[in-house]
């Protein structure tokens, strides 16, 4: 059974740890889980750094991890649920194995930010804040990422992809499968 590393006052899961969650069962997850909060003493002003690393373990936050959170800390579901859904860090859904995230930002806009977002949904067959059913890609609109200069632009986890077009999706896709 992993258990967290507490490392100079910050609680640290290790690369294998993180690795391995991806075979974990659920009950090895929430024991990690646990222990995090154990680490973090149970104090609510820890609510958000023990957000985080259940994101790191779960993936996401489904009902039965803010369910968890809240009775381990001794809080309401509804103020657990209320601090994840202020942050946009968090999700309470399953993300794909990669985030497509168009800009629309005002430069990307008006290169043609909208055609490209259209084709990605045209070609993943999802909408924009879903994932696909095969959990491969995750489509998301971002308002700026600080690329104007290379509109449109559109990111795949943290790679910037620079004037993008319609006609590019399909290849820029097929590479990353």
């Given amino acids: 059974m992993c ?20 075979t974990m069962t659920d009950e090895e997850k929430f024991q990690i889980l646990q222990n995090v909060i154990i680490d973090y003493d149970h104090k609510e002003t820890n609510l958000i750094q023990i957000l985080h690393m259940a994101q790191a373990i779960f993936g996401y936050l489904p009902a039965e991890v803010q369910r968890f959170i809240a009775a381990e800390m001794d809080l309401s579901i509804s103020k657990v649920n209320s601090v994840l859904t202020f942050y946009s ?7 794909g194995k990669y985030t497509v995230a168009i800009c629309l930002g005002t430069a990307c806009y008006v290169r043609g930010g909208k055609d490209v977002l259209n ?39 943290d790679k910037v992809y620079k004037q993008v077009n319609p006609n590019k999706i399909q290849r820029i896709l097929g590479m990353l499968k």
């Fill in 3 to 22: 258990k967290s590393n507490l490392i100079g006052g910050l609680i640290m899961i290790t690369k294998e740890e993180a690795c391995n969650a991806l």
């Fill in 89 to 95: 860090f968090f999700s309470t859904k399953p993300k």
């Fill in 119 to 157: 084709k990605l949904k045209d070609v993943l067959g999802t909408d924009v804040g879903t994932t696909t059913e095969d959990k491969m890609f995750s489509l998301q609109v971002m308002r700026c990422i600080g690329a104007c200069g290379l509109a449109p632009a559109m990111m795949v986890n």
